[in-house]
């Protein structure tokens, strides 16, 4: 499938899928990578390692730097893939070089929970 390239990158991986905004800020324990708000459909799961996968970012833009303190700690995801890019993600993902896309609805609603992919987010191409 074609996806939109926010920012650049290649990677390979399980997707971790959420039906839900992600509040980076709030709702992900910079120094583990665990979801830690209990309202989440993803809490008590660890994104590190993994592709995320989820509908856009809610919340405070200072989650920006949640998501370089992830890739810090070495507990980041390895990309993301959204259904909308919003300004936190998209800012967060380009100071952490972490690949981000947007995928078309369609192709978005395909992806599942466990599914092994590849992702090139310099031509554009999921896998």
Do not use: W
């Not at 290649?10 to 992600?22: D, H, M």
């Not at 459909?41 to 994104?47: A, I, Q, R, S």
């Not at 919340?59 to 890019?85: D, E, F, Q, R, W």
């Not at 993600?89 to 380009?94: E, F, N, P, Q, Y």
């Amino acid at each position: 499938m074609n996806v939109k390239i926010i920012v650049r990158g290649k990677t390979k991986g399980t997707l971790l899928v959420s039906k839900n905004p992600i509040n980076f800020l709030g709702g992900i324990d910079k120094k583990t990578g665990l979801v830690r708000d209990k309202n989440h459909d993803l809490f008590g799961k660890n994104l590190a390692n993994k592709v995320l996968v989820f509908p856009f970012g809610v919340g405070s833009s200072v989650g920006a730097y949640t998501i370089y303190s992830l890739k810090y700690n070495k507990c980041a995801p390895l990309a993301m893939i959204c259904l909308k890019a919003d300004i936190t993600t998209a800012s967060g993902c380009a100071i952490s070089n972490i690949p981000l896309v947007v995928a078309q609805k369609q192709d978005y609603e395909s992806l599942r929970d466990g599914q092994q992919v590849s992702l090139d987010a310099v031509s554009g191409k999921l896998l």
